[in-house]
């Protein structure tokens, strides 16, 4: 299996890479920083597993065919996509809606939204002629639930839900579904919530492994399922 | 910033049917049961800008897709895609050893073709594709307006980047089409084909072209063809990469089987098609290779009446489509080779 992981190197992102990884997956991992980017392919290699970092921002429209074309060179085709790259927003603390710049609203926006678009976009007509394809959102709590401080990001992860069930309205030869991990112990949860007890938390290998599982299960395309540990 | 479509919307493309002479919506012309066969191919951003060490500037079009540090290149002096590519002035003389600077980065002129003086292989000292992303466009056309992005020029199955140019006759597809064929039991497969530059502005190399290019047939094409075959479906190719692709196979091996191959096999028409039952193509003038390959489905009359009813179609990588199916005999699909 070849699998296209976005936010590849920190996080789910990279817990993901490694479980896949082990299990076998050839992966092609997506990030826009260079140094830890490279270090999560360092990482990722000494453990046997096949790994090609692509340095891009999914928030870039010119970024989107270098990622897809160095992946399809990498891996020939792609198999499952996992649109996990995202950004809170400004943070330390996190703005009431009524304080939030318009410009940085517009950045989750075009990280957690357009990204993912664009990217499925680009990937959308070649997946559907491969049986079996799947491409995979993350979802958030914050998605269902509004909180004071998290309306970009809620709004940006409810509208990641249903472009991940609009895709697969419109697209039955391609499984789309929604993972909510829950809380992890990730630097996103750590500008969010930086007081929070991080024992507390779930731990990003743990939510991985059971998002890898899940996708060994038939599950109906258009499903947002929420990482019960 | 960012890039606006230069493309037209794929309604506006008119589809001109060769077999009853008039021109008919694309969905009428298919039927259930029937293979569309596709390029996957994506589209590389292959037109590069490069400069000498004394300032000359000067454009690279990738021959083929880069391998590693290398890259094969054809290439072009000054200007840009607002003079037609015949009309560029001639690259720069070099000698291997030289160096040109793509973006800040060195890369050194491993080779010079000894018949074509453009034709280089350059090394880099970075990742080729990645510097071709980088600091490449699209191949750009004298006769399209606005400078063409990727997003323009990527068709929507585009998947490995091979191609030096688009796949064009699969512009006529977007997503609303695909599904809507889907519906009526239309089946897609793809194979993917490196589909190379169009023109070089060396006249003796335009002569050779096409040059080898590589095609890689999977084993799922197979198996779909042989299924609607046996169900009594036609094989429709869009575009002649997908006839040189599927026909280059057969001359190739004797059969149409799973292969990964350099395909320097050339359409004509005294090789009938032994796959395809039809295609979808571009308009082309008598005399070309695509005009006479087209014989191979239909007579030659036929083809000038519709060249004569469809003059006022547009031509060209962003023209409009003809269907031309097969009114002769089915050569059968396991034919050995001569």
């Known amino acids: 299996m070849n699998v296209l992981i976005t936010g590849g190197s920190k996080g789910l992102g990279y817990a993901l890479a490694e479980t896949l990884g082990t299990q076998g997956a050839r992966i092609a991992l997506v990030a826009r920083t260079e140094a830890p980017l490279t270090e999560a392919e360092g990482r990722l290699r000494a453990q046997g597993i096949d790994a090609t970092a692509i340095l891009g921002d999914v928030a870039h429209k010119e970024d989107i065919h270098r990622i897809v074309g160095l992946a399809h060179a990498a891996l020939g085709q792609l198999d499952l996509v996992i649109h996990n790259a995202a950004t809170l927003g400004p943070s330390g603390p996190m703005p009431l809606l009524g304080d939030l710049e318009c410009e940085a609203f517009e950045h989750v926006l075009q990280t957690n939204v357009l990204g993912p678009f664009r990217l499925t976009k680009a990937l959308l007509g070649k997946l559907s002629l491969q049986p079996g394809a799947r491409v995979v959102f993350l979802s958030s709590d914050a998605a269902v639930h509004a909180y004071p401080g998290w309306g970009a990001y809620g709004v940006s992860k409810a509208s990641s839900d249903?472009?991940?069930?609009?895709?697969?309205?419109?697209?039955?030869?391609?499984?789309?579904?929604?993972?909510?991990?829950?809380?992890?112990?990730?630097?996103?949860?750590?500008?969010?919530?930086?007081?929070?007890?991080?024992?507390?938390?779930?731990?990003?290998?743990?939510?991985?492994?059971?998002i890898a599982s899940a996708l060994a299960r038939p599950i109906a395309s258009g499903t947002r399922v929420e990482v019960t540990l | 910033m960012s890039p606006a479509s230069s493309r037209r919307p794929p309604q506006t493309y008119r589809t001109f049917d060769v077999a009853s002479a008039r021109e008919q919506p694309l969905v009428s012309l298919l039927r259930e049961g029937d293979l569309l066969v596709v390029n996957d191919s994506g589209v590389l951003p292959a037109s590069i800008h490069a400069r000498t060490p004394d300032g000359r500037t000067l454009e690279l079009r990738l021959l083929e897709a880069p391998s590693g540090h290398q890259m094969r290149v054809v290439a072009l002096g000054a200007g840009d895609y607002r003079t037609r590519t015949e009309d560029r002035e001639a690259a720069p003389q070099v000698a291997v050893g030289e160096m040109v600077h793509i973006g800040g980065t060195p890369a050194f002129i491993e080779t010079i073709d000894m018949r074509y003086r453009a034709v280089w292989t350059l090394r880099s000292s970075r990742p080729a594709l990645g510097l071709v992303y980088d600091h490449g466009r699209p191949i750009q056309y004298a006769h399209v307006p606005s400078p063409l992005h990727l997003w323009d020029v990527d068709t929507v199955f585009a998947g490995e980047p091979w191609s030096v140019e688009a796949p064009s006759a699969l512009f006529v597809f977007d997503h609303a089409r695909v599904r809507h064929l889907r519906a009526r039991g239309v089946r897609f497969a793809a194979l993917t084909h490196a589909a190379g530059v169009s023109a070089t502005g060396d006249a003796a190399l335009d002569a050779a072209l096409p040059l080898a290019e590589r095609t890689r047939i999977p084993p799922s094409l197979v198996d779909a063809v042989h299924t609607a075959r046996a169900e009594g479906g036609r094989i429709i190719g869009v575009g002649t990469t997908v006839a040189r692709a599927l026909e280059g196979t057969v001359h190739q091996y004797g059969k149409l089987q799973a292969c990964d191959f350099n395909n320097t096999y050339r359409l004509g028409p005294s090789a009938p098609p032994q796959v395809l039952d039809g295609m979808l193509t571009g308009v082309h003038e008598p005399g070309t290779s695509h005009f006479e390959l087209l014989q191979a489905f239909v007579p030659r009359d036929q083809l000038l009446k519709a060249r004569a009813l469809s003059q006022h179609y547009l031509s060209h990588e962003f023209g409009d489509t003809w269907f031309v199916s097969a009114t002769k005999p089915r050569v059968p699909l396991q034919a050995t080779r001569p």
């Open chain 1, 162 to 210: 249903h472009l991940m069930r609009s895709f697969a309205a419109e697209n039955p030869e391609v499984q789309f579904l929604a993972f909510d991990p829950g809380e992890m112990d990730t630097e996103m949860h750590a500008a969010a919530l930086p007081d929070t007890d991080r024992v507390s938390l779930r731990r990003p290998n743990d939510v991985a492994r059971w």
